[in-house]
C-alpha cells in the first residue's frame, strides 16, 4: 500500500492550500480516508476522514474553513484548506483505514509540509 501526499508549503495567513493523497495497492472503496496533522512538539491528530459513501468528519479547530473530498475513480483524497492559519502549520499526514481490533488495518503516507506564515 502506498499513499503519495503532496500539496504542502507556504502560504500567508487567510491564504489557501489544496492537498492530494494518490492511493494504490489497497481496494480503496473499502477504506475511510483521513488527513492527520501533526504540529512540531505536539501529538498526530486528526483533521479530517471521509468513510466511502458516507458522512465526513472534521476536527473543530478546521471545521468551516476545511473540506475533505475523495475520488474513486482515481483513489485519490484531498484536503481543501481555506483560511488558513499559523495554528495550522504542521506536517499532514494522508491516512487509511478500515476494520477495528485484530481485524484492523491502517496505512500512512510520508507527510507534507504545511507553513503558515507572514
Known amino acids: 500500500v502506498q499513499l503519495q501526499a503532496s500539496g504542502g508549503g507556504l502560504v500567508q495567513p487567510g491564504g489557501s492550500l489544496r492537498l492530494s493523497c494518490a492511493a494504490s495497492g489497497l481496494v480503496f472503496g473499502l477504506y475511510t480516508m483521513g488527513w492527520y496533522r501533526q504540529a512540531p512538539g505536539k501529538e498526530r491528530e486528526l483533521v479530517a476522514d471521509?468513510?466511502?459513501?458516507?458522512?465526513?468528519n472534521y476536527a473543530d479547530s478546521v471545521q468551516g474553513r476545511f473540506t475533505i473530498s475523495r475520488d474513486s475513480a482515481k483513489n485519490m483524497v484531498y484536503l481543501q484548506m481555506n483560511s488558513l492559519k499559523p495554528e495550522d502549520t504542521a506536517v499532514y499526514y494522508c491516512n487509511a483505514d478500515r476494520g477495528s481490533g485484530i481485524a484492523r488495518r491502517s496505512f500512512w503516507g510520508q507527510g507534507t509540509e504545511v507553513t503558515v506564515s507572514s
Open positions: 471521509i468513510p466511502s459513501g458516507g458522512s465526513t
